[in-house]
């Protein structure tokens, strides 16, 4: 039978699994090597891990998938650590922008590099190096040149604009993958029922409005999403006519699938979970799309079981 | 239980809550459905603050990644298992996984300590590569910079679940797609 549960925490751990982009290792241009720094997460307000690719040229973010239960085997050794990290190009102008709106509300045109310091996170201003950070600053901000000297001031109707662009494209990028956006999909690891005309516009836009979210303050996601003419769903029962129309999975969920899905993201190892008669109602209550998509997509949510 | 297959018995292996029910219930084989649509459910993919879980790191330390020796690292095989296993190091993976593997056409099966896993393999997503990093002179403080090197490379994961037959819905095969909505938020925008 199943050993005692008295799982040691996992402290020695040393080493990861990474899915990385290859520019990270281009090993043509060695004049430094990659770094993971630690950068004022720009939704959170707090810490988080990016990269900044050899000669600080390129920003990437450091994402980390996990399931619980999970071990890796690397070539003959075990690492315990089932969490696999994604290192992907990221547009530094998420990062500098909460920068740029501070030193907005003076209202003057200044030097990007005076604006772009932060005592707690000193390494904020090795963003100004990333090509692209300088290049897209006219997405944000409004420009002028004094001699050879740019001075810049945030716009809120540039940058509107500019997140708006970046809704649309992932928006393509989810109808291309076929991501189902809808709500009713949530836990039905086994029944797919939704054929395309359940996944409506507005649910691609409002993914696509969470995704982005997570890379702009909560302020800033209510902004875009009245410029994207969204409601803002304050009560779950707005949603509940349009989930209605899926066909949902008679079963209740079994406790014995219950692990297929991915039910905790917390660093923290929690003990082994059963499935109770409540966490059951509540994944029924799931499947009616009952839970409001601003929940889903609040930024520190730790993709808790709900 | 423990019939066959007995990895380095040393180990506490956790299967997790799923445990029991393999033994008390019969379970019911479901067939797969065709999937037309794939569930991408964006929490599986979490922002973390540091690397190193048992210390804190302060804010302005750095962890440089060695990466000019990337060329002569050794390629592994890499198996994310369905279970936790207390172990960080060497051990016969080979011997007892490896060795008793069959690859039919859709899937690979193992009996691994008596459970019947399924899995299949998974390439790194297009201009990606991965990397198994590795902390080398690790030092007391909190305040200094550290190091990585890269260990280990692969370009090929295989995933094992337990019980069910890998499908387009496993969490991981939805991980392979966060490279290309990443680009869709991040990659540069029109005029």
């Known amino acids: 039978m199943a050993a005692k549960k008295t799982r040691t925490p996992n402290v020695q751990n040393d080493s990861w699994v990474v899915i990385a982009a290859e520019s990270v290792i281009d090993t043509q241009k060695q004049d430094s090597d990659p770094a993971f720094v630690r950068l004022r997460n720009p939704s959170t307000d707090a810490a988080s891990l990016y990269m900044l690719g050899s000669g600080d040229v390129q920003l990437y973010e450091v994402k980390a998938f996990e399931e619980d239960f999970h071990s890796w085997f690397v070539g003959q050794t075990v690492q315990r650590d089932g969490r696999l990290l994604f290192v992907t190009p990221m547009d530094p102008l998420y990062l500098i922008l909460p920068y740029l709106i501070k030193s907005g509300k003076e209202g003057k045109f200044q030097p990007v590099d005076q604006v772009v310091t ?84 507005e649910d691609y836009l409002r993914y696509a409005h969470g995704l982005i979210s997570e890379y702009i303050s909560e302020d800033l996601s209510k902004a875009l999403l009245t410029h994207l003419h ?6 779950p029962k707005e949603t509940e006519p349009r989930s209605k129309k899926r066909k949902l999975s008679d079963n209740p969920v079994e406790a014995g699938e219950d692990y297929t899905k991915f039910n905790s993201a917390d660093f923290a ?37 709900k | 239980m423990e019939i066959q297959n007995l990895f380095v018995s040393d180990f506490l292996i956790d299967f997790g809550h799923k445990e029991p029910a393999i033994t008390v219930f019969k379970r019911r084989r479901r067939p797969i459905q065709p999937i037309t649509h794939r569930d991408w459910r964006k929490p599986e993919i979490i922002e973390f603050a540091s690397l190193f879980t048992a210390r804190m790191s302060c804010n302005s330390s750095v962890t440089r990644v060695h990466v000019s020796s990337v060329g002569q690292t050794p390629r592994v095989p890499v198996h994310l298992m369905p279970c936790e296993i207390e172990h960080n190091g060497p051990a016969q993976v ?32 297009q201009g ?64």
């Open chain 1, 118 to 201: 932060d005592e707690e996170f000193p390494a904020c201003s090795r963003l100004l190096s990333c090509t692209r950070s300088l290049a897209s600053m006219h997405h944000i901000a409004e420009e002028k040149e004094v001699g050879s000297l740019k001075f810049h001031r945030y716009s809120q109707e540039k940058t509107m604009d500019w997140l708006k662009k970046k809704v649309e494209r992932t928006v393509i990028a989810l109808k291309k993958r076929n991501i189902s956006v809808g709500e009713g999909v949530k836990s039905t690891t086994y029944v797919k029922v939704k054929s395309e005309s359940d996944s409506n516009e």
């Open chain 1, 230 to 235: 969204l409601p803002e769903l304050t009560s």
């Open chain 1, 269 to 305: 190892r929690k003990p082994p979970k059963k499935m109770t008669a409540a966490q059951k109602s509540l994944a029924k209550v799931d499947k009616t799309g009952m839970k409001p998509l601003s929940s889903f997509f609040s930024p520190k949510v730790k993709a808790e079981k």
């Open chain 2, 94 to 125: 080979s011997q007892y996984l490896t060795a008793t593997m069959k690859d039919r056409k859709y899937e690979k099966t193992v009996s691994f300590r008596g459970r019947g896993l399924k899995g299949q393999e998974l390439s790194c997503p």
């Open chain 2, 128 to 191: 990606y590569t991965g990397l198994v990093l590795k902390e080398i002179n690790k030092t007391g403080s909190d305040q200094e910079d550290r190091t990585v090197k890269v260990s280990s490379v692969f370009d090929k994961v295989t995933y094992w679940n337990l019980e069910t037959a890998p499908n387009s819905d496993d969490t991981i095969v939805m991980a392979m797609d966060w490279p290309e909505l990443a680009e869709a938020i991040h990659g540069p925008v029109d005029d």
